[in-house]
């Protein structure tokens, strides 16, 4: 069966500062995607990033970035120089591909708070 | 352009009585999902629509709670005589394609809440 686990709860920083959310992810299949959302106090869950199984490549997007390494099944974020604005529930989230089931399994959530 | 709408955004039911949630998909979306989401946990699939079949309701958590989405577009959660463990936030989302590795689009849910 499918899992993912953010081990982190809630992370609070000082603005400025960087900070790195962990995903491990578990399941058999070879081939499927990786997801990020984030999720505001207004309660819609915003896409970030997608990767799937083959693309080990890191990703940066402005001051966001990502690290997948399928050998410790683990996709991480890190936001570099933390704005107050980034202060939101973050998601990480697996989904089977096509010939499977076609939901994504969330962990739970990392709460992260950033303080002026 | 517009986003996925539902409706309510909130709604308050006393127990044993009938509620139904709104979705309306990003227009032209073929897949839509339903999600809950538990305070304090990440969403947990419920079901999921391809046009107006119904492939997948798994993740259903009784026979109290029913979906349907009769002409692909919008669709409809309902549940049945609620309980207080139904208390919970009921997203929606809707993805443009078939292959899951699109992501999906979500609403900003109904936050149910069973006195």
């Known amino acids: 069966a499918q899992k993912v686990t953010q081990a982190q709860t809630e992370i609070s920083v000082v603005e400025k500062e960087d900070v790195t959310l962990d995903c491990v992810y578990e399941?058999?299949?070879?081939?499927?995607?990786l997801f990020w959302y984030k999720q505001p106090p207004s309660g819609e869950l915003v896409f970030l990033i997608r990767?799937?199984?083959?693309?080990?490549q890191n990703e940066i997007s402005g001051r966001y970035s990502w690290n997948f390494q399928k050998s410790t099944s683990s996709f991480n974020f890190t936001i570099t120089a933390s704005q107050v604005v980034d202060s939101a529930v973050y998601f990480c989230?697996?989904?089977?591909?096509?010939?499977?089931?076609?939901?994504?399994?969330f962990g739970q959530g990392t709460r992260l708070t950033i303080n002026p | 352009g517009a986003g996925v709408s539902q409706s309510p955004r909130y709604k308050v039911a006393k127990r044993g009585q009938d509620v139904a949630l709104r979705c309306d998909p990003i227009?032209?979306?073929?897949?839509l999902f339903w999600y809950q989401q538990a305070l304090g946990q990440g969403p947990e699939f419920l079901t999921y629509?391809?046009?107006?079949?119904?492939?997948?309701k798994s993740g259903l958590p009784s026979d109290r709670f029913f979906a349907e989405r009769p002409e692909g577009s919008v669709s409809t959660l309902k549940i049945q005589r609620t309980q207080q463990e139904d208390s919970a936030v009921y997203l929606c989302?809707?993805?443009?394609?078939?292959?899951?590795?699109?992501?999906?689009?979500f609403g900003p849910g109904t936050r149910l809440t069973v006195t």
């Open positions: 989302a809707s993805r443009p394609g078939l292959r899951s590795s699109y992501e999906q689009y």
């Open positions: 399941t058999r299949d070879t081939t499927y995607y």
């Open positions: 990767r799937n199984s083959f693309d080990e």
């Open positions: 989230a697996l989904s089977e591909p096509i010939q499977g089931a076609q939901k994504l399994v």
């Open positions: 227009s032209g979306h073929v897949s």
């Open positions: 629509f391809q046009n107006e079949a119904q492939l997948d």
